[in-house]
């Protein structure tokens, strides 16, 4: 069992102090808030890329770094990051190949009731299942999506750039959308 192997690597590694490399404190080093998506290809990939070490940023992923309502907690953990934490730039990060690219809706609806969710769970849902579980069909223009939303919030400092960048999950090679300076 996964938990199992887990709590048995992790008591070694306390024991073994393996967390001793790792250490910091809650304060981003290089000031920064990346939002991303949680895809593993990304992991480890993406802080490499980005010659990220740990503590130098403070991360967000969702499905797709997808932001679509300025008050969901993906923007509360931004907020919290630049008001709480001394973040003062956020990175929007996408990537290529995305699953939420060309996401579909009904076929995701469809999987869920293949894994026993009841046709009764979803109907009782405060918001229909197109209103909030949706993908995007251009990574560029949801990634601008996201830094509008971000960028125009009212408790965002003016002096905070927003940048838009996509990732290659292959290579790591970023490509600009849109420079916050």
């Known amino acids: 069992m996964l938990l199992d192997e887990i ?3 992790n008591k070694k590694f306390v024991e073994e102090k393996g967390y001793e490399v790792y ?3 809650k304060f981003p080093n290089k000031r920064a808030v990346i939002f ?4 593993t290809r990304l992991v480890e990939l993406l802080p490499k890329a980005l010659n990220l070490q740990n503590g130098d940023v403070k991360m ?4 797709g770094a997808i932001l679509n309502d300025p008050y969901d907690s993906t923007m509360k953990s931004i907020l919290v990051a630049i008001h709480a934490l001394q973040a003062d730039e956020v990175f929007v990060i996408a990537h290529h190949g995305c699953g939420m690219n060309g996401f579909d809706t009904d076929s995701f609806v469809d999987l869920m009731k293949d894994k026993g969710i009841e046709q009764t769970a979803i109907d009782s849902l405060d918001k ?3 209103e909030w579980l949706t993908g995007f069909d251009d990574v560029s223009a949801s990634v601008e999506q996201s830094v509008r939303i971000i960028d125009n919030h009212p408790l965002l400092p003016e002096e905070v750039p927003v940048h838009g960048l996509i990732i290659d999950p292959a290579t790591g090679k970023l490509d600009l959308v849109k420079k916050g300076y």
Request: net charge negative; charged share 40%.
């Open 23 to 25: 250490e910091t404190d």
């Open 128 to 130: 229909e299942p197109k």
């Open 60 to 63: 967000v992923k969702n499905a």
């Open 36 to 39: 991303t998506c949680m895809d």
């Open 7 to 9: 709590l048995d690597y």
